[in-house]
């Protein structure tokens, strides 16, 4: 038997679940009975309480919340969309994924991305882009992460920027009919789907695709040759250069190629010089 | 560092001034600063301009800055509990805003801006949960902020329907602003729909908020709506004012000793729409409260 420590009351963790009751009235329904509840953080009985003693209907002031959030979600993923049809769309404001969202300061499209992978089957290779983009396009809004000149232990790194992503062969160009399919204004489009679409991208073969966010909002979507993305897919995550000599020489780089090759990403920012990370304990 | 009784004696006195959020002129007919200004010079004696630095300062806040006219800059994408919050690209933006504005203080809604980071289709306003232990994270982040941008720092009561927790929403500013020694701008609107929500009298609780504090109040119109038959007030802006919010207004003003500037908040409407609220504000303030010339 486990006995549980007494936890004090969190203000934030009130507020966190709060947010979750405002998008999702089954959820607040669960707040007020007395089941299990499916969140990151549990809540103590008397953080439970309190949210106990708030008004269902106060809750719905704001008849267009939801609305709102699909929205800007539909902006961002509009063929993953289509492909999911609109109830299940909505259905992940009542997710696990957009809770851990609320509870660990993180991003709604982004954990939207994640609760596309719960459909793959679905959405396939179009999430994939679809998310990246996502990925690319906050990245752009932030400073380049970047070492001393001097650090001797700098890594290199795929540069957040860009994303480097597998999919299935002949994706893009399917990804690409199915924007101009939704028109000019795909939202509206969205609006009036009465069912999600029964075709599927495709699913066999690979394509190797680099999505590029720039500063300003703007994408670049294309394909790459296979090394390449290889390369920054094994640099996903800071590593010693060394590591990503061999990398290149599986790829098929031969003697000096591959430094130069390094080189060279790094002169065109895909590879950018990073801090080390500190050791593991 | 002097109390804030102390270096609430620097504060400038601005009188009565009028708000604007990024784009709200591009409502048809809404409210052009400037115009009121020339028109009216005593109740537009500056302008408190509304910052979300993701969207940046529109044209009328620029060019109002550009004339040295004063100013009050209003955040509205910090939650200012969270010290996740006051990330170093986050801060920059807002010290170069304070840069071009020359704000007389910060303030605004000490509330939750946005669920999750600071990202699109995130930013919502919900009050802070009423409970002792939400008091010392706001108060540090007030602190925090004051010391990062060197500006005075009011947090103000935000608006709601849903209010969880045990103390009195004024209750709570009181214990905040002991805690980081500031002042506070009462919204007089958002505290008749609190009063109302909870089935209190307007002027409830009123003794508790050290009212010396009080620096500036917010004056709005607001509507009545229900939902399922629960009656709320839904804080518009518009150009009606509900008496709740004028009892309270009256009562601040009386109590608000070292008040340095109150806004009518109506941004969207059209000038003549809003030239009665101004004139009925005005007339409840004593006849020498206005912008201090120097
Ligand atoms: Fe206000």
Not at chain 1, 136 to 145: E, H, I, K, S, T
Not at chain 2, 87 to 100: E, K, S, Y
């Amino acid at each position: 038997m486990t006995t549980a420590i007494p936890r004090q009351l969190d203000p934030q963790r009130v507020q966190r679940a709060l947010v979750c009751m405002h998008f999702d009235p089954a959820f607040a329904a669960a707040i007020r009975g007395d089941g299990r509840l499916d969140l990151p953080e549990p809540l103590t009985a008397a953080e439970r309480d309190l949210l106990r003693a708030v008004d269902p209907r106060a809750l719905k002031t704001d008849a267009m919340r939801r609305a709102r959030a699909v929205q800007a979600l539909l902006e961002e993923y509009p063929v993953s969309a289509a492909l999911l049809g609109m109830p299940v769309v909505d259905a992940f404001f009542s997710s696990l994924r957009f809770r851990e969202a609320v509870f660990t300061r993180g991003s709604m499209a982004l954990a939207f991305a994640s609760y596309l992978e719960d459909h793959s089957a679905l959405v396939g290779g179009v999430a994939t882009i679809e998310a990246a983009a996502a990925a690319v396009r906050r990245a752009a809004l932030r400073p380049l992460p970047a070492a001393d000149v001097a650090d001797p232990r700098a890594h290199l790194q795929c540069n957040p920027r860009f994303a480097p992503r597998i999919v299935p062969g002949g994706t893009l160009a399917w990804y690409e009919r199915a924007l101009i399919q939704n028109g000019a204004d795909p939202l509206r489009t969205l609006a009036e789907l009465r069912r999600p679409w029964r075709k599927r991208p495709p699913r066999g073969g690979q394509q190797f695709l680099l999505i590029e966010g720039k500063v300003g909002g703007s994408l670049a979507l294309g394909g790459a040759s296979e090394g390449l993305v290889r390369l920054l897919l094994a640099a996903s995550r800071p590593r010693p250069r060394a590591e990503l000599v061999v990398v290149a020489h599986e790829l098929g780089a031969e003697g000096d190629e591959a430094d130069e090759l390094l080189d060279e990403l790094a002169g065109e920012d895909l590879l950018l010089r990073v801090s080390a990370p500190p050791p593991a304990a | 560092m002097p109390d804030f009784l102390d270096r609430a004696r620097a504060l400038p006195r601005l009188g009565l001034g009028i708000s604007t959020e990024y784009g709200a002129r591009r409502q048809d007919g809404a409210l052009d600063p400037a115009a009121l200004r020339a028109a009216h010079p005593t109740y537009a004696g500056f302008l408190e301009v509304g910052v979300e630095l993701a969207k940046g300062l529109d044209d009328d806040a620029q060019a109002w800055a550009a004339r040295g006219w004063p100013t009050t800059y209003h955040f509205l994408d910090v939650n200012l509990d969270e010290p996740e919050d006051f990330d170093p690209a986050w801060l920059a933006g807002m010290r170069a805003t304070i840069d071009v504005l020359d704000p007389a203080w910060l303030c605004g809604d000490a509330g939750l801006w946005h669920f999750g980071a600071r990202d699109r289709g995130q930013m919502l306003l919900l009050p802070p949960i009423l409970v002792r232990e939400a008091v010392a994270p706001m108060a540090a982040g007030i602190a925090a902020l004051r010391e990062a941008t060197g500006r005075e720092v009011l947090p103000e009561n935000p608006p709601g329907a849903a209010f969880v927790g045990d103390l009195h929403l004024l209750e709570y500013f009181a214990a905040v602003a002991e805690a980081a020694d500031t002042g506070l701008l009462i919204d007089c609107a958002h505290l008749a729909i609190y009063q109302r929500c909870r089935g209190l009298d307007p002027l409830a609780a009123f003794d508790a908020l050290p009212w010396e504090r009080v620096i500036e109040l917010h004056v709005a119109g607001g509507s009545e709506a229900e939902v399922d038959g629960l009656g709320w007030v839904d804080d518009d802006h518009g150009p009606e004012v509900l008496a709740d919010t004028w009892a309270i207004t009256e009562a601040a003003i009386e109590r608000a000793k070292n008040l340095r500037a109150v806004v009518v908040e109506c941004e969207r409407n059209p000038i003549p729409a809003v030239v009665p609220l101004f004139a009925a504000t005005r007339e409840r303030l004593p006849a020498d409260f206005t912008a201090a010339t120097s």
